[in-house]
T-cell receptor, first 114, second 111 residues
Framework: DAGITQSPRHKVTETGTPVTLRCHQTENHRYMYWYRQDPGHGLRLIHY???????DKGEVSDGYSVSRSKTEDFLLTLESATSSQTSVYFC?????????????FGPGTRLTVL | TQLLEQSPQFLSIQEGENLTVYCNSS?????LQWYRQEPGEGPVLLVT?????EVKKLKRLTFQFGDARKDSSLHITAAQTGDTGLYLC???????????FGEGTQLTVNP
């Protein structure tokens, strides 16, 4: 158990509303990631963080922002949700003790934008 | 961004059959990982291969990394219904900070 929780687990919202998803880890890992998973696309990286207040964009970052003010929390915000952002969102951590970029995933958040 | 192509996208077989899933790229990866995902859950790491030509076995699962570190395969011997799931390959970019995922192979093993 990598000690990763995501909240909420399910959310339905309307187009144009702001949405924040939270990822929480209990083991003080430096690297944290946000992905979205859609049929036929596998997992696509949205943003990642390599430390408190240190973040970088992934391949599908448009329309998303992130913040990491504490080691244990990584927040993903949709400033104005659109229907194309309906997806399952996964948070992942990378334990620093491992030489390779092996990642461990949270249970996911299913977001529906109407 | 480096790309990984995974094939086949869907695979439905009978229990006891063997199967192979492929993961191919034109790019070199520092390492390659295989994950398995069940409905409603996050992916779970199965194995990491690092060295070109490396072969790793995990019970009935055999993983191979290509000599040039551009491709990988997953072979399952005598598949069981419990092997059903989505199999994802992921390559570690040479920068080390990101993974590139394939589209996944949805495996269904029928009794």
């Amino acid at each position: 158990d990598a000690g990763i929780t995501q909240s909420p687990r399910h959310k339905v919202t309307e187009t144009g509303t702001p949405v924040t998803l939270r990822c929480h880890q209990t083991e003080n890992h430096r690297y944290m990631y946000w992905y979205r998973q859609d049929p036929g696309h596998g997992l696509r990286l949205i943003h990642y963080s390599y430390g408190v207040k240190d973040t970088d964009k992934g391949e599908v970052s448009d329309g998303y922002s992130v913040s990491r003010s504490k080691t244990e929390d990584f927040l993903l915000t949709l400033e104005s949700a659109t229907s194309s952002q309906t997806s399952v969102y996964f948070c992942a951590i990378r334990p620093g003790r491992l030489a390779s970029n092996e990642q461990f995933f949270g249970p996911g958040t299913r977001l529906t934008v109407l | 961004t480096q790309l990984l192509e995974q094939s086949p996208q869907f695979l439905s077989i009978q229990e006891g059959e063997n199967l192979t899933v492929y993961c191919n790229s034109s790019s070199v990866f520092s390492s390659l990982q295989w994950y398995r995902q069940e409905p409603g859950e996050g992916p779970v790491l199965l194995v990491t291969v690092v060295t070109g030509g490396e072969v790793k076995k995990l019970k009935r699962l055999t993983f191979q990394f290509g000599d040039a570190r551009k491709d990988s395969s997953l072979h399952i011997t005598a598949a069981q219904t419990g092997d059903t799931g989505l199999y994802l390959c992921a390559g570690e970019e040479t920068s080390g900070s990101r993974l590139t995922f394939g589209e996944g192979t949805q495996l269904t093993v029928n009794p």
